[in-house]
């Protein structure tokens, strides 16, 4: 991990005590080689919010978020380069006077790790840029990569010095080709933290971790980031709070 990403996640982790946590997504063996085939997630568009806060930003209650990063989700599952590069947004320009002593300190990016056994986090993939974002995407998408949310929740608000940032947190289900056998379990689970601008509806951050020889089901996993609703099923629809 690139020691200059330090800071945001040290500032996400702060906004939630960084938790961590499995469902479907399972290997098959072919000619002797084991090719893992991505579960191809049927995206939920019910959200149940189980909680809300009407001092939240407009455009950042917990309906709204989960909206825009369910629209995220689509837009990556399908490959959408269109939707990904309006949802999504990247800059490498100067962070906020108020946010760092140096004047260029990242503070958009997207990251992705691996979490080992022992606790030891591996970076798979960083960036600050956005075209390289995009790349990226786009890459992940011919590996067959999916993606399905289980729940989200409102963190900090007031990021970087502006109100209309806001925080959150999730867990969502993760499938694709080339993971490595155990990481995120038999649920092939992920988490992780981002920000919303809320005004220009767009995700400028965001960090997803899978640990490996996790043994938890989907509805473990996601049990400690908003309440369970009565009858609630993984899957079925997505669960937003504050």
Known sequence: MKTAILPILALVCLLVGCEEERDTGESQSVGGNRQ?????????????????????????????????????????????????????????GPSPPDFA??????WSWYTVSEVEAGGKIESGFVTYDQGELLRYFAKRHRKGEQLRLLKIS?????????EDNVGFVYVLNRTARDLEPGLG????????????????????AWRMDMKAEDKRTAREAANWLCTDPPGWKPGEAVVACR
């Open 101 to 106: 002593e140096r004047g260029y300190d990242p």
């Open 185 to 204: 379990g038999p649920a092939r689970i992920a988490s992780g933290q981002g920000a919303i601008n809320c005004t220009n509806r767009r995700i400028f």
């Open 154 to 162: 409102l963190a900090q608000t007031g990021l970087l010095g502006k």
């Open 36 to 92: 893992r085939e991505p579960v191809v997630h049927q995206e939920p568009t019910r959200v149940i919010v189980t909680s809300d806060d009407a001092s939240l930003p407009d455009g950042c209650h917990p309906r709204q978020a989960a909206g825009l990063v369910i629209s995220f989700v689509n837009a990556f599952n399908s490959g959408d380069q269109a939707s990904l590069s309006r949802i999504f947004f990247l800059s490498e």
